[in-house]
Nanobody, 124 residues
């Protein structure tokens, strides 16, 4: 089992930055997992934001966040981060950290483990 706990959400103004954190636990090692961030706005489906493999390698981003968001992992601390810059009102959502083994794309259904989410609100 993998437990994921997000933190770092809040209320910011457009153009500002936030860094979301995801603490992973439940295993001695997380190598082999793909870690992802998703978000869900009210009345909308959960959507892919970014992902990367725990062991490094290619990072994937949704077109809507490319150039503004960055996902990275601190394996010494078992932490996954999402640095969000130049935030826009349309980034307002609950952000979820997720983990899975057999990840082939950007579909939420492929991820086995989920955090409880952290709210990000961007005012105009």
């Amino acid at each position: 089992q993998v437990q994921l706990v997000e933190s770092g959400g809040g209320l910011v103004q457009a153009g500002e930055s936030l860094r979301l954190s995801c603490a992973a636990s439940g295993r001695r090692r997380f190598s082999g997992l793909t870690m992802g961030w998703f978000r869900q706005a009210p009345g909308k489906e959960r959507e892919f934001v970014a992902n990367t493999k725990w062991d490094g390698g290619r990072k994937n981003y949704a077109d809507s966040v490319k150039g503004r968001f960055a996902i990275y992992i601190d394996s010494d601390k078992n932490m996954v981060y999402l640095q969000m810059n130049s935030l826009k009102p349309e980034d307002t959502a609950v952000y979820f950290c997720a983990a899975g083994v057999w990840i082939t794309g950007t579909q939420a259904i492929e991820y086995e483990y989920w955090g409880q989410g952290t709210q990000v609100t961007v005012s105009s």
